[in-house]
DNA sequence: CTAACTCACATACGGACCGTATGTCAACTG
DNA sequence: CAGTTGACATACGGTCCGTATGTGAGTTAG
């Protein structure tokens, strides 16, 4: 077999691989131009140019513009799963995963290459369907992650899906409302993460519910205007 | 004097009564337009045939599309501040008041023909200066109040600037979300105005302070999924 | 091995729409 | 009453988009 063809090959590249590679292309070029410019700013003319083919190609690959920026919302969206993925990994505790995860998406989402992509336009675009994606990445996992934590005693014995909505919707609202002042101030963001963590302590069982991170925060409203 | 020239001449109407009330026309036709069609939907040949004008009249008042939704955007606020005056009166306690307002804006702002317009194309079209006038909306009203309250010790003592600036972002938050839902379900309004109610509780003295309406709400979960 | 077929992509076309530049006529002013 | 201002209409140029059609390389069947 000597060096027989791999499982993937690598170069020859039939048809198929090549195509694949063109809209890859596409999609990063106008996730840049999306995310610097707006959705409305950006040229298809100037975006196949960039990208290094002609509108036609565009058009073979997605219908029009706003399904090119579905695609670029997409890939956004998934990108943050997998860095999710490590994020959770990192932690021991499942319970301390979760609430590192939701505190990580704050920050990942808000990217500056992210945040105008997903939060800005992403509204005017795609509707209400934008949220609806945003808030099923991983619904599922977060659900049986909180049964189980529910089942073990860790959390409140609260429903898990509904436990599921409030959370993301939460940290959704918070993404949301710093995405449109430019990202925030370092206090607005810090505030939102110790409003996040406010509504983690609600959840947990009395003895450790204290509402102590909310206290926390508005002592600190007093010193710092 | 007999009938001598009203203070508000109510007929004759000189050039510039005439403009003002096109402008309001083109202004009051845009709203309908933007509000069920969206921002990138409406034509501003059809608007303005629907208006009775031509482009050329539209382009007198406004410098482009984004101009003529700013005006329809900062007539939507102006509308719901007065709407939140009457609000305000209709309290007789000044805590109580404020408290009724912040809950009052999350229906006026999210009823279907300002939801679209405030919280979905704005944030696109306008950029950060559309949640900077939301926000700004009698900002300086709630910070007097709220130095009220706080030196006859209805609050606890913190800074009215950095408070004022903690509701008006729970509530923009709870509206955006809300927003980007479709108005959302019932279910999720009635959750916004029990978090909002927990953020109010958060901010009276120590003996009020009890979080209980966060409670109240973390129970229903159970129940209702 | 070759001929037919498929498909990724390019080219060409028609049309909607916007912003500006220019024209016009009534209302105001000295 | 003549000059000026301003509100608005008309006309034009240009950008951009979506579709319809053409083409040539890659794939497959016989």
Same mark, same amino acid.
């Given at each position: 077999m000597s060096t027989g063809p791999t499982p993937t090959p690598p170069r020859p590249q039939g048809r +198929? %691989? =090549?195509?694949e590679l063109t809209a890859l292309r596409l999609v990063a070029t106008a996730r840049r131009a999306f995310a610097v410019q707006g959705f409305a700013q950006v040229s298809l003319d100037a975006?196949? +140019? %960039? =990208?290094?083919?002609?509108?036609?190609?565009?058009?073979?690959?997605?219908?029009n513009q706003a399904g090119l920026f579905e695609a670029v919302f997409r890939a956004v969206d998934a990108e943050i799963g997998? %860095?999710?993925d490590v994020v959770y990994e990192?932690?021991?505790d499942p319970w301390a995963g979760m609430k590192a995860?939701?505190?990580?998406?704050?920050?990942?989402?808000l990217r500056p290459d992210r945040a105008r992509i997903l939060f800005r336009d992403a509204p005017a675009v795609m509707g209400a369907r934008a949220m609806d994606i945003l808030m099923n990445s991983g619904f599922a996992t977060i659900v049986e992650d909180l049964a189980d934590l529910i089942a073990h005693g860790r959390l409140r014995p609260l429903d898990p899906v509904a436990t599921a909505h409030l959370l993301n919707g939460a940290v959704m609202a918070q993404a949301l409302w710093l995405a449109g002042c430019e990202g925030g101030t370092d206090a607005q963001r810090s505030a939102a993460h110790t409003a996040l963590e406010a509504v983690f302590d609600g959840l947990t069982l009395p003895?450790?519910?204290t509402q102590?991170?909310?206290d926390v925060f508005l002592d600190s409203l007093s010193?710092?205007?």
């Open positions: +198929a %691989e =090549a195509a975006l196949a +140019a %960039e =990208a290094g083919v002609t509108r036609g190609a565009l058009h073979h690959h997605f219908q997998t %860095e999710l990192a932690q021991s995860c939701y505190h990580a998406y704050l920050d990942l989402a003895p450790y519910a102590t991170a909310l010193e710092q205007p």
